[in-house]
């Protein structure tokens, strides 16, 4: 998840052009296939000429991605464009690994962002996913699991903790947490937004933002109340 995170801050310098749903589903390669195989996500982004929503009804989630915002990937055998196509996991694409004593599945969904300017100080990049992981009964147990694994430190950035709370959001119960990314070079902040979905199943919102914008929290918040449907 890391290396998720890192990504979203190259796509920075991310150039592209209008195009169709079923163009931007064609370069993108229509499932995860394009995640971690050399082909950076810059390369294959493209800027959305009109507002897209996608649907698992597994996962029972619905997500818009408003029109201009950049989309980078989208993984079409966990969401698709027509409601009623994903109705159980026997079709979606999930990893499964461990973690110390941590048993989990990952459900990759897409990623996205408004990303005009390689300067802009209004960078936001949305990464999402659903995660199962057993033995967490409650967001509380899942947050636990998420910061040992999902923000492990390395030699060149480190992690802290700068605000935590609960929210309401649609009607599901979100734990909102926020994270100072400390680098050698520039330090950036990520967002996280976490609920539970369905027994055992959490859902996951990462943002990355420039700590210069001091409108990004509340910009977050707005997109994501916006943006997603639980049903």
Partial sequence: MKRLVLVLLCALSLAGCSKTVAEILGDLGGNSGNAGSGTSREDNAV??????????????????????????????????????????????????????????????????GNLEKSITDNHLGFDLDARFVKGAENITSFMKYFEEFMLEPTEEEDYSLTNSEQLTINGKAFELRDYLVDRKEDDYQIITLSCQIKEGYFFNIIVDYWPENKKAKQAIIDSVSKSIEFY
């Fill in 47 to 112: 800027k959305l000429n009109k507002e897209m929503r996608y649907y698992n009804d597994y996962l029972g989630i619905s997500y818009r991605i408003p029109k201009n915002w950049w989309l980078y990937e989208v993984n079409d055998e966990n969401f698709s464009e027509t409601k009623g196509d994903i109705t159980d996991d026997v079709s979606m694409d999930i990893a499964y690994g461990d973690f110390g004593t941590y048993n989990y599945s990952n459900v990759w969904l897409m990623t996205f």
